[in-house]
């Protein structure tokens, strides 16, 4: 069974940084696609940036230049390094891991509160 941790979410003021992780655990099948989503209050779930196993990370035109997404494939770990935050980046946000074999399948973390506010 596949699980993901997050960690690194809480309250920041507007201008400042945050990092995210999100550790995955179980079977990991080698062609995978790690990344991040969140969640406003009222709003529809949506992409922030996701990155292959092996490949370029996309990003949602929202966060680029401002956040970065990188991950250890040795550690299955994922990060957001998110700098110059802003109020409306304020959200849930959930670490998600798909990954092929025959099929997709798709996991989701928990969530991690990120709240920017002075």
């Known amino acids: 069974q596949v699980q993901l941790v997050e960690s690194g979410g809480g309250l920041v003021q507007p201008g400042g940084s945050l990092r995210l992780s999100c550790a995955a655990s179980?079977?990991?099948?080698?062609?995978?696609?790690m990344g991040w989503y969140r969640q406003a209050t009222g709003k529809q779930r949506e992409l922030v940036a996701t990155?292959?196993?092996?490949?370029?990370?996309n990003y949602s035109d929202s966060v680029k230049g401002r956040f970065t997404i990188s991950r250890d494939n040795a550690k299955n770990t994922v990060y957001l390094q998110m700098n110059s935050l802003k109020p409306e980046d304020t959200a849930v946000y959930y670490c998600?891991?798909?990954?092929?074999?025959?099929?997709?399948?798709?996991?989701w973390g928990q969530g991690t509160q990120v709240t920017v506010s002075s």
């Open positions: 179980g079977s990991i099948f080698s062609i995978n696609v």
């Open positions: 990155l292959r196993s092996s490949g370029r990370p």
């Open positions: 998600n891991l798909r990954m092929y074999q025959d099929t997709w399948y798709n996991y």
